[in-house]
């Protein structure tokens, strides 16, 4: 296992912060060697920045990289869209020598460059793949006992040919470590359809992503689950922030706590909810917390 | 931009089109469509037989999903392919104001979404401290980001 640095990107540190403390909570407990990235910036934003200019792309997620090179670490990102788009650009800069020269030159003004040294990772496939569900069972200290609607969101899973990471329509691994942590992961229609969010569609067009959102709270709602789990910020804030924004605009009240892995891991391994920042959501629901601390304490 | 030539940037960049069958499996897919104007295939055909694609605002509603990408029998690159004619709207000065704003924010702050005083408190009651380790922390970070982006002339796109 190589050493990795953890990249935060915009929406972890700078809104859900208990999931970056969530993070650094369980790869400690897990004894994973990762260091902090420092002056990291936006990944940037596949959904907007690389419909723009792929240079631009290139260059920010290219020193994004760098700096992650320079420690001799793999990236590892927590957002499925950090993910996209670094492990997309990574993947262009290793295999295309025409476009690795070009953004070296934009690299070179800041006296950086580019070698293709690291790879980049995403917690949910780190932990499947270098831990593997057993493993984080035998770490689990307070089972939980919670009804988990996963949602894997797009971009962990696709587009498969660079992915990689088997079915995008029935995956199962990140179920595997949701169930690792004694949590039940249930069914329910329409799992693998999108929050709504990314494109620059919950930038430019709030309401039509809300209507999204709100199709898949409703069958989350109907399936009966405890709290919805993702493992990208994006799609948390569109679910959390979401539900706050449809009760306004649609009247409609869900009150369904969200959770990264991270926070639900860190749940497992013994953590409060205070120190994973749950409590710091939008929705915060009483019933919830309760649950949580006759498991808990 | 001519017609012709977008479906030509299109094909230099690998993406091909005019495989499509009209099928409808990536509109009958497509979880925007549900909600709004966005007809996948309608985008598809459009770009195949030279209608002005780059104006049509359908083009913004796609949430870059992949799932028609995924399932077309033709293989076509749908969600790229959407991806690429906003690359080609944009550089033709066709953008929406919403994106424009992000984008200035990462032209000042390096990041999209820039902290505020809530998270920062936020921050502290965790026991973290208020300002993340990012570009935030770090001005010359900063001023290596913001020369980056004006190495692209990414500052004169979304002027
Ligand atoms: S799924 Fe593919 S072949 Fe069918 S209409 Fe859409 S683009 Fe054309
Ligand atoms: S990628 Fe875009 S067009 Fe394709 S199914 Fe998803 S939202 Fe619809």
Redesign the interface.
Known sequence: MSKLSLFLGCIVPNRYPGIEKATQLCLDKLDIDCSDLPGASCCPAPGVFRSFDKPTWLALAGRNIVLSEELGCDVLTICNGCYGSLTDANHELKENVALKKSTNVHLGKIGKKYEGTVDVRHIVEFLYDEFGPEKIKEMVVKPLDLKVALHYGCHLVKPSKERQLGSVEQPTFFDELIEATGAKSIDYPDKMACCGAGGGVRSALLERSLEMTKHKLSRIRDAGADCIVNACPFCHLQFDSGQAEIREKFALEYNIPVLHYSQLLGLALGFPPVELGIDLNIITNKEFFEKLRGRIE | MSKSDVLNTLQNAGLDVLTCMQCGTCSSSC??G???SLNTRRIVRGTCVGRDILHDEDL????????C??RCPREIKI??TI??I??IA??EGI?????R???QL?LKY???????DD?KE??E??K?DPI???????P???A??Q???R??E?DK??A
């Open positions: 979880p925007s549900r909600y709004t913004w509603m796609c949430t870059t999903c992949y799932t990408q995924e969600a790229d991806l690429a906003r690359t944009v550089h953008m929406l104001p919403a994106h704003k992000v984008s990462v390096g990041h999209a979404v820039p902290i505020n998270v936020k921050r009651k965790l973290m993340p380790g990012t570009v935030h922390k770090y010359e970070a900063l290596d980001v020369t980056l982006l190495s692209c990414f796109l979304v």
